[in-house]
């Protein structure tokens, strides 16, 4: 398969293609730092998803939800290894130890169901979102074939995620009120958001070799984020009979910051 385009310079022969061969160092070592930071993103979100699928057993959730979660977490174990692969091709020699307990999100005085609810909509419906927004908005440029590859098998995944989410809130919504999901939406929103690798500052040059690279700079991100807020979670929650407000107040604070 053929790497090109990556910085115009030709193939070695003898050497298999890499993508980012050629980068300046720091931008290389920015991308290889970007697979790190997703494959411990990734390795969390195993560890959660197979936490939940245990909460979700416990709680009588159809089991086709159970399952999907189960199978959520072998998919994001293998995205995991896809992250590091990736990051030892941009030459990333060491990598953090595997995370051994993902940490839980959700208030403590909440009660189960309520917890898995919440851990459920952040992850699934915000989290999984943002990274399916995220994905595709990467892969409308264009850039290393391996890269591209790697991208779509994991956005593929990340849209059946998110759909599982949406699933579990209307089944939750069928059975009771998840109207108190409302006021935590901002704290699920700035879980979401941070923390991020990249401080603004980059050339419009270095952001768009980043992009070619399957790095979203920082501003674009949340600027993804946000459009996959208006067009696809708040209405979402509406429909489930959840309160956007709080939401939509943190985004309008967000703006005005810049941050
Ligand atoms: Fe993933
Ligand atoms: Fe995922």
Same mark, same amino acid.
């Given at each position: *398969?053929?790497?090109? @385009?990556?910085?115009?310079?030709?193939?070695?022969?003898?050497?298999?293609?890499? +993508?980012?061969?050629? *980068?300046?160092?720091? #931008?290389?070592?920015?991308?290889?730092?970007?697979?790190?930071?997703?494959?411990?993103?990734?390795?969390?979100?195993?560890?959660?998803?197979?936490?939940?699928?245990?909460?979700? !057993?416990? #709680?009588?959730?159809?089991?086709?939800?159970?399952?999907?979660?189960?199978?959520?977490?072998?998919?994001?174990?293998?995205?995991?290894? *896809?992250?590091?692969? *990736?990051?030892?091709?941009?030459?990333? !020699?060491?990598?953090?130890?595997? +995370?051994? %307990?993902?940490?839980?999100?959700? @208030?403590?005085?909440?009660?189960?169901? !309520?917890?898995?609810?919440?851990?459920?909509?952040?992850?699934?419906?915000?989290?999984?979102?943002?990274?399916?927004?995220?994905?595709?908005?990467?892969?409308? %440029?264009?850039?290393?074939?391996? %890269?591209?590859?790697?991208?779509?098998?994991?956005?593929?995944?990340?849209?059946?995620?998110?759909?599982?989410?949406?699933?579990?809130?209307?089944?939750?919504?069928?059975?009771?009120?998840?109207?108190?999901?409302?006021?935590?939406?901002?704290?699920?929103?700035?879980?979401?958001?941070? @923390?991020? #690798?990249?401080?603004?500052?980059?050339?419009?040059?270095?952001?768009?070799?980043? #992009?070619?690279?399957?790095?979203?700079?920082?501003?674009?991100?949340?600027?993804?984020?946000?459009?996959?807020?208006?067009?696809?979670?708040? +209405?979402?929650?509406?429909?489930?009979?959840?309160?956007?407000? @709080?939401?939509?107040?943190?985004?309008?604070?967000?703006?005005?910051?810049?941050?």
């Amino acid at each position: *398969m053929n790497d090109a @385009p990556d910085d115009g310079c030709p193939a070695d022969p003898g050497l298999p293609r890499r +993508p980012g061969r050629t *980068m300046p160092a720091a #931008l290389r070592q920015l991308v290889a730092e970007t697979w790190v930071f997703r494959r411990q993103e990734e390795l969390d979100a195993s560890l959660r998803f197979a936490r939940l699928a245990g909460a979700l !057993e416990q #709680l009588a959730t159809p089991e086709t939800l159970v399952e999907l979660a189960r199978r959520a977490s072998e998919d994001e174990r293998r995205h995991a290894g *896809m992250c590091e692969l *990736m990051a030892r091709t941009y030459g990333q !020699e060491v990598m953090p130890p595997v +995370p051994l %307990v993902a940490r839980e999100t959700a @208030p403590r005085d909440l009660g189960l169901r !309520e917890r898995v609810l919440y851990e459920v909509v952040a992850a699934c419906c915000i989290s999984e979102t943002e990274s399916t927004a995220g994905l595709t908005s990467v892969l409308a %440029v264009d850039g290393p074939p391996r %890269v591209r590859a790697v991208l779509r098998d994991i956005l593929r995944d990340e849209v059946a995620h998110s759909r599982l989410g949406w699933a579990y809130l209307a089944h939750a919504a069928e059975a009771g009120d998840v109207s108190l999901l409302s006021p935590y939406l901002p704290e699920m929103l700035e879980e979401s958001v941070s @923390p991020r #690798l990249f401080a603004k500052g980059l050339s419009d040059a270095d952001s768009a070799t980043l #992009l070619a690279h399957g790095v979203l700079p920082h501003a674009r991100k949340l600027e993804v984020f946000i459009q996959a807020l208006h067009d696809v979670v708040f +209405p979402g929650l509406e429909r489930c009979g959840v309160d956007t407000t @709080p939401g939509r107040q943190w985004v309008a604070r967000r703006r005005q910051s810049g941050a």
